[in-house]
């Protein structure tokens, strides 16, 4: 190339751009004029990234994240909120209550107007409507389930005709969710029907999508790149794996991050993980559970009834929410605020709660 041309390449891309293109001689030595033009434009390239930066973060400092209440205050303040572009992950074993306390949590986000998409996974869209009208008519779903209405068949009807009579909360209707199939009804959910973009969207359960690990994980980071991009809070209930050393006691055990079937991808992906169990009454201690074990006792006169509580796993952003647990007390399908601290680890049989 001719002397020329090479200078002007040196002077436009830099003397160890045009060097790496082939321009220059690799055994070339830049002269100290060409190192101080490298170096100043280095700099300035710096600059000009860190500009573009400044205005994005000044853009999303003007737009700050949607915050959405749980709608139970001891969630709130020992949780913190939904927040939009957060994944927030609920695991529990069968029977500990996970679709009830999503059914609830949908109840305070429709009473607060929030746009809300529902992808339900065990249960048909029908029948998810009409447990959320049961239980906001305050009918026992079991007597629902078994026909045992006693006159209350037209307040559960005109209660199923009011929820479906809104455009804030809607249902996924496909009856087997795939990865395919899930991330087409958050499409259409955005995209295509009539009303506002949801800005929350909960999965019951990630596991009836796919129990295959390297599925699981390409879902886990779907659902939190969803979440980032359609700037929404993520809700995602998710089975545990039985844990056998608990036996008996594992429904009534505080879960830990690694009881997560696929734990290793929701752990990286989850911002928020939460565990699901059935609480013992507070005065159990060490002397009950071994009268249990031994064949004294009986585990059902142990469980504190009519009781959910809920373990923090993992905070990506609350470092003293780890490990602290919420009650709920579960009364004909609602569930309200109980506001009595756990325990310590190190408790003896004496411990008596604070309300």
Known sequence: MHPYLVRRAIATLGFRAAQTLGLVAPDAQPTAEQRLADTLRSYQDTRRRNQGLQLEAARNLERPPAVTPWGWLDFDHTFGGLVAGWLTVIGGRPGSGKTTLLLNLLDSLWSARVPTLYLGTETAAAVLVTQWAALRAGIPILDVFEGRLNGQQPALT????????????????????DLSRLSAEI??????????????????HLHRVTQDREELEQLAQELKSLATERDCAMVVAAQLNRDTEQRRWDLYTPPSMGRYKGSAAIEENADVGLGLYRPLKLEVGSQQRRAVDQGRASLAELVDVGVLACVCTKHRWRGDALNQTVRLRLADGRLRSLTIREPPWNAGDAWEPTT
Request: proline share 5%; net charge neutral.
């Open 158 to 177: 005109a209660g199923v005709t009011e929820l479906m009579g809104q455009d804030q909360v809607t249902f996924s209707q496909v009856t087997r969710l």
């Open 187 to 204: 499409v259409w959910a955005y995209e295509a029907r009539k009303g506002p973009a949801p800005k929350v969207i909960i999965l019951d």
